[in-house]
């Protein structure tokens, strides 16, 4: 009887375990706004343009690989010198491994485009890469792990006027858009 009852306990026990599980999601949902889709199509990251349910043409961000999986991302319009701009913005992270060294880089790149005229208005990226390495102590045996933080690019930030900051650790520059020219020159002071 013991057994029985241990046994019905162990059951739903586990049954319960696993009940609870969330079921992983491998493909992530890339963005839509307003008539723009992000998609991965044909070795290529892109934006895709429909027109009454109809696609229409694409700008293609860049060509990828099989083993390209964006995280992040995200799709946005906004307006800057009155003209509707959108911002496309994703991350991208890698990891170069050997025996004593271990590189995790973080990317995160915006880009505005201007649907319009189907042109790319504006680029930025920033790489933060932390390392870690061991290394050797005056020819001895012994060793010690290193980390290190290394940062290239700017940090991106969009104002809610439509113009842009870049800044990172020593500068830090503003931007607004030239309708004419249909791209972001330096703020005037």
């Known amino acids: 009887m013991k057994k029985v009852?241990?046994?019905v306990c162990v059951a739903v026990?586990?049954?319960n375990g696993f009940s609870?599980?969330?079921k992983s999601t491998t493909a992530s949902a890339l963005p839509k706004v307003d008539n723009l889709q992000v998609e991965i199509k044909k070795g290529n990251f892109q934006v895709t343009i429909s027109e009454k349910g109809k696609t229409d043409d694409a700008l293609v961000v860049k060509a990828v690989d099989a083993s390209f999986a964006p995280t992040n991302c995200k799709l946005s319009s906004f307006t800057a010198s009155g003209v509707k701009l959108y911002l496309l913005s994703w991350t991208e992270l890698s990891q170069i491994k050997s025996v004593k060294k271990t590189e995790d880089r973080t990317t995160i790149y915006s880009v505005i485009y201007e649907i319009t005229s189907k042109k790319q208005v504006y680029s930025n990226y920033q790489l933060t890469n932390h390392i870690t390495e061991i290394v050797s102590l005056g020819g001895t045996a012994?060793?010690?792990t290193q980390e290190k933080m290394r940062r290239e690019g700017f940090e991106f930030v969009l104002n809610p006027d439509g113009s842009i900051i870049q800044k990172n650790k020593t500068q830090q520059s503003a931007?607004?858009?030239?309708k004419d020219k249909m791209v972001f020159v330096p703020k005037k002071k």
């Open 13 to 15: 026990l586990s049954v």
């Open 142 to 144: 012994a060793t010690e």
């Open 20 to 22: 609870q599980k969330k």
């Open 5 to 7: 009852i241990l046994f």
């Open 175 to 178: 931007f607004v858009y030239d």
